[in-house]
Nanobody
Framework: QVQLAESGGGSVHPGDSLRLTCTAS????????????AGWFRQVPGKEREGIAC????????YYPASVKGRFTISRDSAKNTMYLQMNNLKPEDTAIYYC???????????????WGQGTQVTVSS
């Protein structure tokens, strides 16, 4: 069973940066992270989970919605089965619980994602 664990969240001020890390394990058949679509989502209470950074197994151009494009960057190190979300110029509206996921990515951040981490809180306030 695939297991994902996020880390790196915290409380920061507007304009600060954070890097979230997602460590993956349990891929079947000895496969590694690069064989899967991967993504970062976030959720605030009362709202749906939002895909904010997603990349296909082929590492095509990642997708970012307008709300984070130019500020957030998704990357992965398949040798370590780890993916990252670099977040720069953070804004109060980025406050949310951030989750990583792997699965079949269809387009943008739409896909069949059945494996999720437990989430890490990011709070941006002055």
């Amino acid at each position: 069973q695939v297991q994902l664990a996020e880390s790196g969240g915290g409380s920061v001020h507007p304009g600060d940066s954070l890097r979230l890390t997602c460590t993956a394990s349990g891929f079947p058949g000895g496969l590694t992270l690069n064989y899967y679509g991967a993504g970062w989502f976030r959720q605030v209470p009362g709202k749906e989970r939002e895909g904010i950074a997603c990349m296909s197994e082929g590492d095509d151009q990642p997708y970012y919605p307008a709300s984070v494009k130019g500020r957030f960057t998704i990357s992965r190190d398949s040798a370590k089965n780890t993916m990252y979300l670099q977040m720069n110029n953070l804004k109060p509206e980025d406050t949310a619980i951030y989750y990583c996921t792997v699965g079949n990515l269809y387009r943008h951040c739409e896909g069949d994602f059945r494996n999720w981490g437990q989430g890490t809180q990011v709070t941006v306030s002055s």
